[in-house]
């Protein structure tokens, strides 16, 4: 069984860009969740889909967005990039909410 | 705010050493899960304890909840190269549509041959 597909798994913009992340979950998997990690603050939790609707968000502010599809896949943008949205950028997906998480290698944003 | 703190931040051993790192909060959490995460990738689920004072054996690492659910602590015996890497434990709030994991910062581990 594949495990968590995260594309493109490097990136680079500058200040003031927008980027858009994409995940694709274990077959099957209906529930994705976005982990942002730093250095300085570890694995701070963004949100969290189920069947299309986001069920829980942490403390980012709106610049960061997500979404997903009918098949499970998702998508993360942030916009209007600051040199501190530098960071790798996780994904998880679990059979259904509250289930054990598995991640994805990540994507490694650099802002400058 | 920290709700997860791990300890220690840093640590470095000899191959076959003994090591204990801990997580502590003031929270009391429904269940906490251990991961390890290695360079380049994602966190891979270790264990997850649910009870109060349960212990869970994994080969040589063994995994303690404290019998408030609000600390636990992972011990490796006889540390080996391949145990080198980011622990991060996570603490699981409530259940259903409410469900999150908060992590700490985690304890980065490098074994010397």
């Known amino acids: 069984k594949a495990g968590v597909t995260q594309t493109p798994r490097y990136l680079i913009k500058t200040r003031g860009q927008q980027v858009t992340l994409s995940c694709s979950p274990i077959s099957g998997h209906r529930s994705v969740s976005w982990y942002q990690q730093t250095p300085g603050q570890g694995l701070q939790f963004l949100f969290e889909y189920f069947s299309e609707t986001q069920r829980n968000k942490g403390n980012f502010p709106g610049r960061f967005s997500g979404r997903q599809f009918s098949n499970s896949r998702s998508e993360m943008n942030v ?7 530098s960071a790798l950028y996780l ?3 679990s059979l259904v909410l509250d289930n054990e998480q598995f991640f994805g290698p990540g994507t490694r944003l650099t802002v400058l | 705010t920290q709700l997860l703190e791990q300890s220690p931040q840093f640590l470095s ?10 997580c502590n909060s003031s929270s009391v959490f429904s269940s906490l899960q251990w ?9 891979v689920l ?5 009870t109060g004072g349960e212990v869970k054996k994994l080969k040589r690492l063994t995994f303690q909840f404290g019998d408030a659910r609000k600390d636990s602590s992972l011990h490796i015996t006889a540390a080996q190269p391949g145990d080198t890497g980011l622990y991060l434990c996570a603490g699981a709030r409530s259940g259903g549509s409410n469900y999150k994991l908060t992590f700490g910062k985690g304890t980065l581990l490098t074994v010397n041959p």
Do not use: F, H, K, M
């Not at chain 2, 191959?15 to 801990?22: A, I, K, S």
């Not at chain 2, 290695?38 to 966190?43: I, R, S, V, Y």
């Open chain 1, 91 to 93: 994904c998880a997906s």
């Open chain 2, 46 to 50: 270790l264990v997850t304890v649910v």
């Open chain 1, 79 to 85: 916009s209007t990039l600051e040199l501190g949205d």
């Open chain 2, 35 to 43: 991961y390890r995460q290695e360079p380049g990738e994602g966190p």
């Open chain 2, 13 to 22: 051993i000899q191959e076959g050493e003994n090591l204990t790192v801990y």
